[in-house]
């Protein structure tokens, strides 16, 4: 087992093949959710996983799971998956690489005739992006009970086309409930999507926390008035005291170790330049992988915009209309064993964008495993990663699938 390796080739191929469903000019693909496209690459998965041996289950909102059985059929298996949507304009390898790299590691068993001590699941979310059907991460989120199935099947895009409807109309509107699956643990594959591994010329990312995120609406509540007859000591400038915000905004995230701030959007009132602005709207953005962190830069932000208040005389009106809270990888320590035991050099590392197992953490020990990506580029046409690169993600996830497997099964000896 130790000697055990995928077949780089073999993944490549299949990356190339499936990144031509739905391939753009500029060499990326566009295969947006429920269309007849995620059905042609959700078509070709399955007979895949069928070739090598598994049975396939589809849930009740288009999660896949193709099952190949192990010593013990009893015991939790392990699971591995990503997503085969993309956006309008992705690459060929965000989700995609995931999914196909746990093809590989299914097929490289099959081939091998390895019977491994619990059974293993390779599976498909559905909705991953976002961006067809909101949220993003939908099947993983629905599956793990964060979200409601009947509201969520009832989603429309932007023509008004339901979700359920699209599922049932390509043929993967499952029976299986939600949560279903008797697993013990997942991994996921996934490049990394930044340029942290690429700078520090690591191969492996150990991923060990997901990012939290605080959500805000700001409103700053001033008095317009005229900008050449109104001295400056009795002005309620709100453009002034949003200023003062924003900057802190970038100090707060300067503050903290891994910390990332943003205000991304505004709107001033009444925007005109001789008079001195009376409402200003704008978003904050606060991140951060540690939770007590995160919760100190969101204490910093409110007791900033009240002394701002105080001080420049007017209101300012904090909103944190939504919190998703850090992950906390539990499994990981199976994947760093397995990048040390096949010699790969690796960095702990935490993830900046949402994934499925970040909400597959809610239920059972979950690891992530980063690969690098050139010049950290992903959600654009031009995302790519080496074959040697992809090979060496697919070899730690074989290895951590085997160990977590081995380990499941003798957790259950005793
Ligand atoms: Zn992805």
Not at 18 to 35: Q, S, V
Not at 130 to 139: D, E, K, L, V
Request: proline content about 4%; aromatic content about 8%.
């Amino acid at each position: 087992m130790q000697e055990l390796r995928i077949n780089e080739q073999r993944l490549w191929d299949s990356l190339m093949q499936m990144g031509e469903i739905g391939a753009t000019a500029k060499g990326g693909c566009n295969r947006l959710a429920g269309t007849d496209l995620d059905k042609q690459a959700r078509d070709l998965f399955v007979s895949w996983c069928k070739e090598a041996g598994c049975d396939i289950t589809v849930d009740k909102i288009g999660n896949i799971f193709a099952r190949r059985p192990g010593k013990n059929n009893d015991l939790p298996a392990v699971g591995t998956g990503s997503h085969l949507d993309t956006q309008p304009t992705g690459g060929k390898f965000d989700g995609v690489f995931g999914v196909l790299s746990g093809v590989e590691v299914l097929r490289t068993l099959h081939e091998q005739n390895i019977e491994t001590p619990t059974a293993m699941e390779f599976s498909v979310w559905t909705n991953e992006e976002g961006s067809r059907f909101q949220p993003a991460m939908q099947g993983s989120g629905t599956y793990v009970g964060r979200f409601d199935l009947a509201t969520e099947l009832d989603k429309t895009d932007v023509n008004g086309i339901r979700l359920g409807d699209e599922l049932d109309r390509i043929g993967y509107l499952g029976e299986a409930d939600m949560g279903s699956r008797h697993l013990g643990a997942f991994f996921e594959t996934h490049i990394e999507q930044g340029p942290i591994l690429e700078d520090e010329d690591k191969m492996i990312g150990v991923v060990r926390l997901g990012q939290g995120i605080r959500w805000y609406n700001i409103e700053v509540e001033g008095r317009p008035s005229h900008s050449g007859t109104t001295p400056m000591h009795l002005r309620k400038d709100a453009m002034l005291a949003a200023s003062l915000i924003v900057a802190e905004i970038e100090a707060i995230a300067l503050r903290h170790d891994n910390g990332l701030g943003t205000v991304g959007f505004m709107q001033v009132y009444p925007n005109s330049r001789n008079t001195i602005p009376g409402n200003i709207k704008f978003s904050g953005d606060l991140r951060n992988p540690v939770p007590e962190v995160l919760a100190t830069m969101h204490e910093e932000l409110l007791t900033f915009c009240d002394k701002v208040a105080e001080q420049k005389n007017l209101t300012i009106n904090v909103d944190p209309f939504w919190y998703f809270a850090p992950v906390e990888f539990n499994a990981s320590n199976d994947v760093k064993a397995a990048a040390e035991k096949l010699g790969y050099s690796h960095m702990d590392i935490y993830a900046g964008a949402g994934h499925d197992a970040c909400y597959m953490a809610d239920l059972v020990p979950t690891g992530m495993i980063f690969t690098p990506c050139l010049n950290g580029i992903s959600h654009n046409e031009a995302e790519y990663s080496s074959p040697e690169q992809c090979a060496a993600g697919a070899n730690v996830l074989l290895h951590t699938m085997l160990e977590a497997s081995e380990r499941i099964a003798n957790e259950f000896k005793k």
